[in-house]
């Protein structure tokens, strides 16, 4: 006598069903970055991140989901801390990486996620500019940052990334910190390449589904042709040829 076993009966018998899924060598590398980093809504370092060589990071936890947020994302915060748009990545939804902004709907990824992201940059970089003030002796308000690079006027430059470590960012974000002007944006508004559609043109987008692991087997859900239908037989020898099956 056969005995069929639904999903239903097999989490009573056993209690819980755990399913888990990693990607070993990139998740070791969130690891490492997910215990030096903060996930907060109110921290600058939960949402952006400057390296020694200038490069941005930017955490944002709205996603692309093809309106092109990512790039008008990437244009907010290079307005505000006055940088290339090539010098700044975007990691989306990451949940051991970006903070909880919410869902993704309407137009909340700028409304909200976009806005939070221009109040971090701008208290980003207030303090990148008070830092840069006191290293070359110089008063802030002298100083102006442009192309990612800080200087007073007189010919003293210091890149952005060369006055900012870890503790620069680790800070609240101020929601008074004065912001850019709209007469001054450069960016924000204005018409740029989206960064998205490249990879789209040439195929190079990867979506969830596009992910091989080694030794990943693919799984199907069979469904009944009508509703109501129940399972009779099946031929497990059909997949006996596939390793690991």
């Known amino acids: 006598m056969k005995t069929i076993i639904n999903r239903r009966a097999m989490l009573q018998a056993s209690g819980r069903l755990v399913v888990t899924f990693t990607l070993p060598c990139l998740w070791a590398g969130a690891q ?16 952006l991140a ?9 955490y944002s936890g ?4 093809g309106t092109g947020v990512r ?24 949940t051991a990486l970006t903070p909880d902004q919410g869902v993704t709907s309407g137009s909340l990824s700028i409304q909200d996620g976009g806005m939070q992201l221009r109040t971090a940059a701008a208290t980003a970089r207030r303090a990148i500019l008070q830092r840069a003030a006191a ?5 802030v308000s002298a100083l102006s940052i442009r192309d990612g690079v800080i200087t007073d006027g007189s010919g003293q430059q210091a890149p952005i990334g060369s006055v900012v470590d870890g503790a620069t960012l680790a800070l609240e974000i101020d929601k008074e910190a004065p912001t850019k002007p709209p007469k001054d944006y450069t960016l924000v508004g204005k018409p740029v390449q989206r960064l ?9 987008f990867t979506f969830v589904q596009d992910f091989k692991l080694p030794g990943m087997l693919h799984g ?3 469904r009944p042709p009508s509703f109501g239908g129940t399972l009779i037989s099946y031929d497990e020898s059909s997949i006996a040829h596939i390793p690991g099956s």
Do not use: C, M, N, W
Request: proline fraction near 4%; avoid cysteine; glycine fraction near 6%.
């Open 50 to 58: 400057v390296s020694p060589d200038g490069k941005v990071t930017v």
């Open 220 to 222: 199907r859900v069979v």
């Open 196 to 204: 998205d559609i490249p990879d789209k043109v040439v195929g190079r």
């Open 71 to 94: 790039t008008a994302l990437t244009q907010i915060v290079a307005e505000e801390l006055d940088v290339p748009i090539g010098q700044i990545a975007v990691i989306e939804g990451d």
């Open 32 to 47: 490492a970055t997910a215990q030096t980093k903060s996930v907060s809504i109110d921290r600058v370092d939960a949402l």
């Open 135 to 139: 290293r070359l002796q110089r008063d």
């Open 62 to 65: 709205k996603v692309d989901l």
